[in-house]
């Protein structure tokens, strides 16, 4: 591969040779400076050359490839793919594809078409059908397309590999050169990575004519207006309360959370979601609409708050991210880089907290060298510090409703007043109580560990930390769709009784003799639980747990879809036995006891 190196000097749009469209376009965005790798990258992809390029997230390289292959579309009667671009992800894809369209906006034959998994055939059949210009689209929907006949690749002459070294990680190359074998040979093509290993250059030797290669030097990655903390916790329970800590001190706007695993995302959301937070999972279980409407809910503010995995957040671009929260530490330094640039962007402020076990704190010179920027320690909020911003709110939540007509309750507080002789700010600090009632407005001191050593101790006292007070969010727990072929279950023993999941598991597993590996997801609420069991339970298997107890409290399960209870059945049954069976009635009850028995033998 050959380096070029061009001028610093050539850094506005207007002087890389774009045409007039297109630089409306970027005005109407508001860019005028191209970055560091679009004023390298745009001059040798409209030269028609092939191309390499090393560039870190955030750096903008869709732009750097988008802009130039824009600029040389050719606009016929009928459309037809001229430009493919392959991402790793449906996010990434969605992404791209939106860039595409907000670059060309000005283009007003322009059609561009995203294909992935998760998604409707038919949708992405009518387009094909009608004719596009740009196809950005997973490897897996793309090589399906190509096999039914509805892509036909004879006319592209544009091919782009966005991030091929996370296809590299999920398994994609074998299915990326299969594409590439499949497309004209005469065509121009793009390939961008964060790192470069050598299955990535053996790619670009074999498909790529005498390729440029282009390098964004790492000082590029991380953005100085990203600010870096890390704080230590001791376990699995420190860990999430200091989390709970944080969001209660922390101003943020939105916030993504990053855990290593599928599982984690949906406990943790539904942890959150008790507290009172208005947040969701995201992973790749999600059906894709379902996640694509989580995103514009980010987007929207209608959540706040979203837990997801590196796959599943790969290519994920919302501007009023605030803040991201590495509540699992990644396991290299790459990911760290895409995890923390899902903030800072549009030139705004960001903020990264990275949770490390006592054992992981050697990570963190890694990755100070890898973003050379340096990562400094968290202090763990107080509880005085939790109590006064828990104050403040509560002063601006009234002084909010202030604003709005009162005349009513302010009537009723005074008529009040007047026939129990009561002053005015008792009955409000009254009023204010009633409020926080079941949920106390401030946190009680804990005189059994000073907040340095709770910062690596497991607590003492869940409740005190777990409920937050803030009216603002909503306090309904996110309801997910029990896994196939189980029932969601309700327990009426929660968390302000001091159960645990493995509470749960154990009672249910002792009581109706069911083997743990089919007792399926355990939520567990402030004054209810909820767990997934096989379909079809058995009644008396039903009845027997309806006896059982949980921290001395009856568990009272019953179905959540509001099926009829164990008891009114046997009453059903009682009454039916008093009369006479006929040869139907009698097949009914055979066929009943047959799927009784299968039943019983799942759970086994």
């Known amino acids: 591969?050959?380096?070029?190196?061009?001028?610093?000097?050539?850094?506005?749009?207007?002087?890389?040779?774009?045409?007039?469209?297109?630089?409306?376009?970027?005005?109407?965005?508001?860019?005028?400076?191209?970055?560091?790798?679009?004023?390298?990258?745009?001059?040798?992809m409209l030269a028609g050359r092939d191309v390499v390029g090393q560039a870190q997230t955030g750096t903008g390289k869709t732009a750097a490839f988008a802009l130039p292959l824009l600029n040389m579309l050719q606009f016929n009667k009928k459309p037809k793919p001229q430009i493919l671009v392959l991402a790793p992800t449906r996010e990434l894809a969605i992404q791209v594809s939106e860039s595409f369209k907000k670059y060309?906006?000005?283009?007003?034959q322009l059609q561009v078409l995203p294909i992935f998994g998760g998604q409707e055939y038919s949708t992405q059949l009518r387009q094909l059908q009608r004719g596009v210009h740009v196809i950005v689209g997973t490897p897996g929907r793309v090589m399906?397309?190509?096999r039914r006949g509805s892509l036909d690749l004879s006319s592209i002459s544009r091919f782009i590999l966005d991030e091929a070294d996370e296809m590299l990680k999920m398994g994609f190359l074998e299915d990326v050169e299969w594409i590439l074998e499949q497309s004209p040979k005469e065509k121009q093509i793009a390939l961008f990575s964060a790192t470069m290993p050598s299955s990535i250059r053996r790619v670009a030797k074999t498909y790529l004519r005498n390729p440029v290669e282009i390098t964004v030097q790492s000082k590029t990655v991380t953005a100085t207006s990203i600010v870096q903390q890390y704080l230590i916790t001791n376990g699995h329970k420190a860990k999430r309360e200091a989390l709970d800590r944080i969001l209660e001190?922390?101003?943020?706007?939105?916030?993504l959370i990053f855990v290593r695993t599928r599982l984690q995302t949906v406990e943790l959301a539904e942890h959150l979601a008790s507290l009172g937070y208005n947040c969701g999972p995201l992973n790749g279980d999600i059906p894709q609409n379902q996640r694509l409407r989580m995103v514009d809910q980010l987007k929207s503010g209608k959540l706040d708050i979203m837990i997801a995995t590196d796959v599943a957040a790969r290519g994920l671009d919302v501007e009023r991210i605030s803040h991201v929260i590495n509540y699992d530490v990644p396991f290299d330094t790459e990911a760290y880089i895409h995890r923390i640039g899902r903030t800072g962007r549009a030139g705004?402020?960001?903020?990264?907290?990275?949770?490390?076990?006592?054992?992981?704190?050697?990570?963190?010179?890694?990755?100070?060298?890898?973003?050379c920027g340096r990562i400094s320690p968290l202090m763990l909020p107080t509880i005085s510090e939790i109590n006064a911003v828990r104050i403040a709110s509560f002063k601006e939540e009234i002084s909010a409703s202030l604003q709005s007509d009162?005349?009513?309750?302010?009537?009723?507080?005074?008529?009040?007043?007047?026939?129990?002789?009561?002053?005015?700010?008792?009955?409000?600090?009254?009023?204010?109580?009633?409020?926080?009632?079941?949920?106390?407005?401030?946190?009680?001191?804990?005189?059994?560990?000073?907040?340095?050593?709770?910062?690596?101790?497991?607590?003492e006292n869940r409740g005190n930390v777990l409920r937050s007070p803030k009216s603002r969010r909503s306090r309904q727990p996110i309801s997910l769709p029990p896994e196939a072929g189980m029932d969601r279950y309700r327990i009426e023993v929660g968390d302000n009784h001091g159960v645990k999941p493995g509470n749960i598991v154990g009672a249910i597993a002792n009581e109706a003799d069911i083997d743990s590996r089919h007792i399926g997801r355990i939520s567990v609420f402030s004054d209810y639980s909820t767990v997934d069991l096989p379909y079809g339970m058995p009644l008396d298997i039903l009845k027997q747990l309806q006896k059982a107890r949980i921290c001395n409290r009856k568990m009272q399960i019953h179905r959540e879809t509001g099926t009829q209870?164990?008891?009114?059945?046997?009453?059903?049954?009682?009454?039916?036995?008093k009369t006479k069976e006929t040869p139907a009635s009698a097949r009914k009850k055979k066929k009943a006891a047959q799927k009784t028995v299968a039943a019983k033998m799942v759970l086994q």
């Not at 006592?358 to 990570?363: I, L, Q, S, V």
């Not at 302010?410 to 204010?432: I, K, M, S, W």
């Open 1 to 44: 591969m050959s380096d070029t190196t061009v001028s610093p000097a050539t850094n506005s749009f207007a002087e890389l040779a774009l045409c007039q469209p297109i630089l409306d376009a970027l005005r109407q965005c508001g860019y005028t400076d191209a970055t560091e790798i679009q004023t390298q990258m745009i001059p040798q």
């Open 249 to 255: 001190i922390e101003q943020f706007e939105g916030m």
């Open 406 to 459: 009162c005349t009513f309750y302010t009537q009723l507080v005074e008529e009040f007043c007047h026939e129990h002789d009561a002053p005015a700010h008792r009955v409000a600090g009254a009023l204010a109580r009633m409020i926080h009632e079941k949920t106390p407005l401030l946190l009680q001191e804990s005189k059994s560990k000073s907040p340095a050593k709770w910062q690596e101790a497991s607590s």
């Open 348 to 371: 705004r402020t960001g903020k990264a907290i990275l949770f490390l076990h006592p054992r992981e704190k050697r990570m963190l010179g890694p990755i100070e060298k890898e973003t």
């Open 565 to 577: 209870p164990a008891e009114e059945v046997n009453v059903v049954r009682k009454h039916k036995k």
């Open 144 to 146: 399906d397309h190509i």
């Open 104 to 108: 060309g906006s000005k283009l007003q």
